[in-house]
């Protein structure tokens, strides 16, 4: 067990403020990245066809307005709902959203990730009081009826009343944000995303302000630079890019490329958060690359058509309109250059102080993850996750399909499902599929779920009865070892034989 890291940011006794934050942004991430794909489509959809698009087309791009008033919303507020309810929350929360819709003149995002998930958790407060007190037979009349019923309420209230007061808040908002465009000052908010991300509270201003917002301005303009003020890949690039060249010893410089193409190419920016805990004051090479890439997009006058995620750079090109190439590769080159030359200045500046030793990296790249693992269980605590993390475990032949789970089933997780289906078909297992998938999203038909320990509650809560095996880390862990080895013994026997 490594001790308590000296230099880096301080420890917590206990769920804190950050903790709580990072749990809310949790709960946000959870809601939209399932349904990331629809809104890329969507952005694809506007880049194409509408006026300003690459291929004009009056007719194609008809589906346009009613996808980002409608359509996105509802399957936010669907999403939102079923994390609190399951799929009757969903119902509800869709339900309660549509009346948010009808009564605003704006794409309700913000509105549908606060009313889906209210209106599915009304609806599981009904059915606590309700449940024990039905008769046999009359489940589902007694069900359906509560909740036709408590859904004409919400779309009342929510049209009247709850409607209103979001697009009020909402326009303030709005209004806020668009004075720090209009006065040029919109760069200071990377003295909050850059700190945010590290501290994985990035979640909370990313989906929960920017991309709702980025969502309402493309419908206008068909393109926000609000999509690329938090999810620039330039600034880590450049500070890996730094490690790479400047570390103070072998086993940072050894890990940075990799580290490079997963954050740069896959998207990945968890990556870059270990390097930024071992040397904190590299935190002020990232802001200094976050702000001159947002002042390089507002110079070139440029955004996006959705919000990319992952933050690759090749979700930023796919997501360019037209005539917005140049201003997007220059403002992240421009980050990144930034980034770049502050880091290593800093690292050439610290070359004596000796505080970047041989297991440095893999000491903040725990207490990164334990910084994440913390906001997770205060998630779990929320959410009501069940205990224990058993399960019946199968034999290597019964299991057929694998998931790594994590937060948001696109960072960790993926990579760790990559390298060990690499690892399974490489021993002859071409039978098993791994895969990735957010804890509350694992399929059905999963037969093992591969968790980190902290989040095992969750996975439990999610599928019951499915076999849980917990990690430290998704990558080169012990438990992963012991899983290949009873996985692959079959294929080794037989091939003995």
């Excluded at 890439?293 to 955004?303: E, K, P, R, Y």
């Excluded at 993850?369 to 009501?384: D, F, I, N, P």
């Amino acid at each position: 067990m490594s001790q308590p890291i000296q230099g880096a940011l301080p420890a917590e006794t206990g769920p804190g403020l950050r903790a709580r934050i990072q749990a809310f942004g949790g709960f946000l991430t959870a809601m939209v990245i399932p349904n990331v794909g629809a809104f890329i489509a969507w952005g694809l959809l506007t880049a194409l066809f509408i006026p300003t698009g690459w291929l004009p087309n009056e007719d194609l791009a008809a589906p346009v307005e009613p996808m980002i008033v409608y359509l996105l919303p509802l399957l936010l507020a669907f999403t939102g709902g079923r994390l609190v309810h399951g799929h009757r929350g969903g119902v509800a929360g869709a339900v309660g959203t549509i009346g948010l819709i009808v009564g605003a003149d704006i794409p309700m995002f913000l509105g549908a990730m606060i009313m889906g998930p209210l209106s599915a958790w009304l609806i599981k407060q009904v059915d606590r009081v309700l449940e024990p007190k039905i008769r046999s037979g009359f489940e589902m009349v007694v069900n359906n009826f509560t909740l036709g019923f408590l859904g004409l309420g919400l779309i009342v209230t929510s049209y009247k009343v709850i409607g209103p007061v979001i697009s009020a808040l909402n326009d303030q908002l709005l209004r806020a944000i668009n004075a720090l465009v209009d006065t040029g000052a919109l760069p200071l908010l990377s003295v909050l995303n850059e700190p945010a991300k590290v501290l994985f509270l990035n979640n909370v201003i990313d989906q929960g302000i920017y991309y709702p917002l980025g969502l309402q301005v493309a419908a206008d303009e068909g393109k926000s630079i609000f999509f690329m003020v938090a999810s620039n890949p330039g600034p880590g690039l450049g500070l890996l890019l730094a490690f790479w060249m400047f570390g103070h010893n072998r086993v940072i410089r050894d890990s940075a490329p990799g580290a490079v193409i997963i954050h740069f190419l896959g998207g990945i920016h968890e990556i870059y958060f270990p390097y930024v805990l071992m040397k904190p004051l590299t935190i002020l090479a990232m802001i200094a690359g976050g702000a001159s890439g947002i002042a390089t997009f507002m110079l070139f006058d440029v955004g996006l058509t959705a919000g990319p995620s992952p933050g690759s750079i090749f979700a930023y090109l796919a997501l360019t309109p037209p005539g917005n190439h140049v201003g997007v590769i220059a403002g992240v080159l421009v980050a990144a250059a930034v980034s770049f030359v502050i880091t290593a200045a800093i690292l050439k500046l610290s070359r004596t102080t000796g505080d970047e030793d041989e297991s440095g990296l893999e000491e903040h790249a725990e207490r990164s993850r334990a910084m994440k693992a913390e906001g997770s269980a205060v998630l779990t605590g929320v959410m009501g996750g069940a205990g224990g993390t058993g399960g019946t475990d199968r034999t290597a032949a019964d299991v057929r399909r694998i998931v790594f789970a994590c937060d948001a089933g696109m960072g960790s997780s993926a990579m760790g499902a990559s390298a060990f289906g690499k690892r399974l078909r490489s021993a002859g297992r071409d039978d098993v599929r791994v895969t990735h998938a957010a804890i509350e999203s694992v399929p059905v038909d999963a037969d093992l779920v591969v968790v980190h320990q902290d989040l095992a509650h969750r996975a439990r809560a999610a599928r019951p009865g499915v076999e849980i095996v917990t990690i430290q880390s998704y990558l080169g862990d012990p438990a992963l070892d012991a899983l290949s080895e009873r996985l692959t013994e079959r294929t080794t026997t037989d091939a003995e034989q």
